[in-house]
């Protein structure tokens, strides 16, 4: 497998569950994507920080850092900065915040974040395309100049032309149909990976 279908099949294993859930948009799914069961391991930050490094410059950008809205977008920003460590051109990772911090600066962003910087907004999973657009108009109230937004995951539910209907350009490392496509009698492949044990209910859902 290449790089962009072992990160399929990583998401389908670790980050996939199937059953009815309500996600952080308010809608209803038979499909639930926690990233973060990919996003913070070993595999799943290094194949993220090649993947995203290369997909932004496929694109053409060439940004000075990379962030978006937190939780779901550090570790992928993350490991994209320390990917391009290894370049002529690194990129600084930040955060953005959901609400500022009610002491201190009381800033929205955090990290090494400047105004008039290049930036490609980071997303874990988009759905409706609202948290992306929530770090979108955060990023340019502060400054930024927004290059584009890549996504690791796009439900393909209408987020993706939200944000470009916004007049921002999108990259996405993997689409939900490449995860349905692992998923196909794999139903207990998320909980053997937490548990170690073979998932008893794989088979009701």
Request: glycine share 12%; proline share 4%; hydrophobic share 40%.
């Amino acid at each position: 497998m290449n790089d962009r279908q072992q990160l399929a099949a990583l998401l389908a294993q670790r980050s996939a569950r199937r059953g009815e859930f309500t996600l952080a948009s308010g809608r209803v799914s038979t499909l639930y994507i926690d990233a973060r069961m990919t996003t913070l391991t070993p595999e799943g930050l290094s194949l993220i920080g090649r993947l995203g490094l290369a997909e932004i410059a496929n694109a053409g950008w060439q940004p000075q850092a990379v962030g978006g809205l937190t939780m779901g977008a550090d570790p992928i920003s993350c490991a994209i900065s320390y990917a391009s460590s290894a370049t002529t051109t690194p990129v600084r990772a930040f955060v953005v915040r959901k609400a500022p911090k009610a002491h201190g600066t009381s800033k929205l962003i955090e990290g090494p974040f400047s105004a008039g910087d290049r930036v490609v907004v980071i997303e874990d999973v988009i759905t409706t395309g609202g948290s992306a657009l929530k770090a979108i108009t955060a990023i340019r109230e502060a400054g930024g100049e927004i290059l584009g937004l890549l996504a690791l995951v796009d439900r393909e539910e209408g987020g993706l032309e939200a944000v470009e209907a916004a007049g921002v350009s999108v990259r996405v490392l993997t689409p939900a149909r490449a995860i349905l496509s692992h998923l196909q009698g794999n139903s207990g492949n998320l909980e053997e990976y937490r548990t170690g044990r073979p998932d008893p209910n794989a088979g009701l859902r």
